[in-house]
């Protein structure tokens, strides 16, 4: 089994602890499910919803087994209310700024991923513009 007196196992299942092979599937499961839920959170960042709220699950995930991942969720937190509250300090205009350029990543990413075409095919609009150069 593990040792170390900083691990903290109040999370993890007791089953976990029987032997190295159940251990082995915990942390192999923990990084898999955490690491696929980080990753979609990172995708969702840029669009309106819970991009960050799914980015901070996937590393709470992740630190129930592992320290750097806990660590990393603490940085990415400070960081987060750092930045929001430097935000909120802003003049409107930086506020709208950030906006814009928020959805212009949205509109960017949409269209290179086709949405506006296959939206566009819906109606019978057939622009060449719409389509993405890069599903094509």
């Given at each position: ?34 690491g696929a839920v ?99």
């Amino acid at each position: 089994m593990t040792s170390g007196a900083s691990e903290d196992k109040s999370i993890r299942p007791d089953w976990a602890d029987r032997s190295r092979t159940t251990r082995l599937v915990w942390r192999v499961g923990v990084a898999v499910i955490g690491g696929a839920v980080l990753a979609g959170g990172i995708l969702l960042i840029p669009y309106p919803g819970p991009g960050w709220l799914v980015v901070f699950a996937g590393l709470a995930i992740l630190a129930v087994e592992f320290p750097w991942a806990r660590r990393v969720l603490d940085f990415a937190r400070a960081k987060y209310d750092a930045w929001v509250e430097w935000l909120k300090r802003q003049h409107i205009a930086v506020r709208l700024l950030v906006l814009a350029l928020t959805g212009a990543v949205v509109a960017v990413t949409l269209w290179l991923f086709g949405v506006f075409s296959l939206v566009g095919g819906w109606v019978g609009i057939d622009w060449p513009w719409l389509r993405s150069p890069v599903f094509d």
